[in-house]
């Protein structure tokens, strides 16, 4: 064996560079930043935009909580997250609908 060669452990054989939920992640910044560049490059309004980018990331984030939990599905931690991002969405569709 080379010199230059260094034996791997099976965790770094097994890890990807990204996981599903970086993965996931990334997904949901693309959705709300597609969202803002749709708003922006046509006329629906930055606002619209964004809320559209929030339901696609909506998808994603009930992918991850619902179909593929990181956690258990009895885990108090589910489902504040749903709270969280549900509340979230509701304070950006009010504020880009209510003037």
Same mark, same amino acid.
């Given at each position: 064996m080379p010199f230059f060669r260094r034996e791997t452990t099976s965790d770094e054989r097994r890890s990807p560079i990204l996981d599903y939920y970086?993965? !996931?992640?990334?997904g949901i910044a693309g959705s709300i930043l597609g969202g803002a560049l749709?708003? !922006?490059?046509?006329a629906l309004g930055v606002t619209t935009g964004l809320f559209v980018g929030a339901l696609v990331a909506t998808l994603l984030v009930y992918d991850v909580v619902f179909r593929n939990p990181p956690l258990p599905a009895t885990d108090s931690r589910v489902a504040a997250s749903v709270i969280v991002w549900h509340a979230a969405l509701f304070v950006a569709a009010v504020?880009?609908?209510v003037r």
């Open positions: 970086d993965r !996931v992640i990334v749709l708003g !922006v490059a046509t504020a880009a609908y």
